[in-house]
């Protein structure tokens, strides 16, 4: 009965390798938005989907792409990836803009 | 630009003690306004959500109450216990649409 969920949990790989990381919620939401936790625990938003658009894109490097096949389904792909990409990835889910819930991490370490 | 700041960023105290937790912002246009809970290596609850319109939220033993024109938010946990140890972090939204702004958190560490 798991709100949301994230695979994998734990992601260890090298540099300049391709990763994705999936994110599903099973609460109807219809939007979904990624965050990364640095080292110093900030935790900043990266991208947010609304019905499958793409409503908010922040600064982050082109290597990073998000797809949304559905409502439920908000997946990260990285591309190239870097040393400073090292950091926790959420996955969280609104009903609108309202109270966000967030999946369990996953934790990127780039080697 | 918004800013969240909460101060302590660290905070401990023994079990019973009635726990305190700023959150200030620096725009005072907000939309809502979350408290989270993060619990080492895992990710984030929400505890309670304050629509800009509203003085105060409660939830059992939690109070959280927001002063828009001073850019303030307080989270109050009655009688803590050791199972309230965890970073609480607060974030605002700008907008409807906007982003969820988050403070760097208070590492809160309650004792027996």
């Known amino acids: 009965d798991t709100a949301v969920s994230q695979t994998p949990k734990y992601l260890v790989t090298q540099m300049g390798n391709d990763k994705s990381i999936k994110c599903e919620q099973n609460l109807g939401h219809d939007t979904m938005y990624w965050y990364k936790q640095d080292s110093k625990k900030f935790l900043k938003i990266m991208f947010s989907y609304n019905n499958k658009e793409l409503i908010i894109n922040e600064t982050v490097p082109n290597r990073f792409s998000p797809k949304s096949p559905d409502k439920a389904h908000l997946n990260l792909h990285i591309n190239s990836l870097e040393l400073g990409d090292s950091a926790v990835y959420f996955c969280?889910?609104?009903?609108?803009?309202?109270?966000?819930?967030f999946g369990p991490g996953t934790r990127l370490l780039v080697l | 630009k918004q800013e969240v700041t909460q101060i302590p960023a660290a905070l401990s105290v023994p079990e019973g003690e009635n726990l305190v937790l700023n959150c200030s912002f620096t725009?005072?246009?907000?939309?809502?306004l979350q408290w989270f809970r993060q619990d080492p290596g895992k990710g984030l609850t929400s505890l309670l959500l304050?629509?800009?319109?509203?003085r105060e939220q409660t939830s059992g033993r939690l109070n959280a109450s927001l002063d828009k024109s001073s850019g303030r938010s307080t989270l109050y946990i009655a009688a803590s216990q050791p199972g309230d140890s965890a970073t609480y972090l607060c974030?605002?939204?700008?907008?409807?649409?906007?982003?969820?702004?988050f403070g760097a958190g208070t590492q809160v560490v309650v004792t027996p």
């Open positions: 725009d005072s246009a907000i939309y809502n």
């Open positions: 974030a605002v939204r700008p907008d409807s649409w906007g982003k969820l702004q």
């Open positions: 969280a889910s609104s009903r609108h803009q309202e109270t966000q819930y």
């Open positions: 304050i629509q800009s319109s509203q």
